[in-house]
């Protein structure tokens, strides 16, 4: 059986992807990613962004971002990543106009950070007409309807994230609860993220232009499923403390971090394999909780409980509360609702097994 070379890069790419290892290990693959963004440019818009997306992409190795930007893998072409307003060399009109003349073709937009919607758009601006800053919303309302596909990178563009948490002056929304006000229908995918993983914008590109859209599959909340399906909890290194319920008190202590706000049993992304930093290190192996980036809740308590300040780290509303009282019946709370229901079912039935066992004295942390 003969095998295309577009067939056998689709392949390779949703096999590599899923795999969790470098896509572009062949260089095959590598050239042919080149020549697909150059024929399909990609626009890159700031709106309410802290630029840390952009900064996790300029950290990607595997291709090198100098490769994506500058082309080295066919010499003599240049990769179009377009327009974007912190890496590009361009600035003022002369940059705007890398985006006016870009939109004319095929393109595929991605926007990092919330769209702010109050005041007319006017928090946010990229670009000025006539004297006068154009809104955020102006460009990715434009923008979006002409697009081939959207990818919301970061959670602030997937979900609103931190700039909707309470009070949330600038009325900031995720992009597809812009695109649903609007009535846009183009595909978007969300890519959520505080930062994003440069391997899931990466690996998300080049399955789009290798495979077409519906290579990408996603979930219910639009995240490809090749990087946010599976649980944190389930592949965490620490996992086997939280087991045999060893919690630690402070950080520092080697134990699961359950009891310090884990967001591990509710989190899905493929973090544990892919880490961050080029492969060093994650959130968790840095001794530091999973805060929960790419799930729609984020930062949680910040956009859910107003009397609780962001920075205080507690379990979710929708984790059983380990206690000492073990006849204690579970109760879920409402705000997770069918997002949680799995992982807090698995949660909830090991500490139900706990509960159970005579030896279960240092549930609470003591040992
Ligand atoms: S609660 Fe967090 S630290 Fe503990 S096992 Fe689960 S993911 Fe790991
Ligand atoms: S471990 Fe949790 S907080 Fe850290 S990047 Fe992954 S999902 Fe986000």
């Not at 290990?25 to 962004?49: C, H, R, S, Y």
């Not at 940059?95 to 991605?110: C, H, N, R, S, W």
């Not at 609007?182 to 930062?195: D, E, H």
């Not at 995240?223 to 950080?251: T, V, W």
């Amino acid at each position: 059986m003969s095998l295309s070379r577009r067939k056998f890069l689709k392949f390779s790419a949703g096999a590599v992807a899923a795999m969790g290892v470098n896509l572009f290990d062949n260089p095959l693959m590598a050239k042919a990613f080149a020549q697909a963004v150059k024929e399909t440019p990609i626009i890159w818009l700031a709106a309410g962004a802290c630029s840390g997306c952009s900064v996790s992409l300029l950290n990607t190795l595997s291709p090198r971002i100098q490769d994506v930007l500058l082309d080295e893998l066919v010499p003599g072409h240049h990769t179009e990543l377009a327009f974007h307003p912190t890496v590009m060399a361009a600035s003022g009109d002369l940059a705007m106009d890398v985006m006016y003349q870009t939109e004319e073709k095929p393109f595929i937009l991605v926007v990092e950070g919330s769209v702010g919607t109050a005041d007319g758009g006017r928090m946010m601006e990229v670009g000025e007409a006539h004297g006068h800053g154009i809104p955020v919303t102006e460009h990715v309302e434009r923008l979006g309807k002409k697009a081939v596909a959207v990818l919301a990178v970061g959670s602030c563009a997937a979900f609103g994230g931190v700039n909707k948490a309470n009070m949330n002056p600038s009325g900031s929304v995720g992009v597809g609860e812009f695109f649903k006000s609007k009535g846009i229908t183009t595909p978007l995918i969300n890519l959520p993220g505080c930062a994003i993983h440069p391997d899931w914008f990466i690996g998300t590109v080049a399955s789009v232009l290798l495979g077409g859209l519906e290579s990408v599959k996603v979930d219910e909340l639009g995240r490809p499923e090749m990087f946010y399906s599976k649980l944190i909890h389930d592949n965490c290194p620490l996992r086997g403390h939280f087991d045999a319920g060893r919690f630690a008190q402070k950080f520092s202590d080697p134990h699961c971090l359950y009891k310090l706000g884990c967001k591990g049993p509710v989190a899905r992304a493929n973090c544990p394999e892919k880490k961050f930093n080029s492969g060093t290190n994650w959130c968790i192996e840095n001794g530091h909780p999973c805060i929960g980036c790419v799930e729609p809740e984020f930062p949680y308590e910040g956009s859910m409980h107003a009397t609780v300040p962001l920075q205080h780290v507690t379990p979710p509303a929708a984790y059983p509360a380990i206690e000492t009282d073990h006849s204690q019946k579970i109760d879920f709370g409402p705000t997770y609702g069918a997002l949680a229901g799995a992982a807090a079912g698995v949660v909830g039935m090991n500490l139900l097994k706990k509960g159970n066992s005579k030896d279960d004295g240092d549930q609470d942390g003591k040992e």
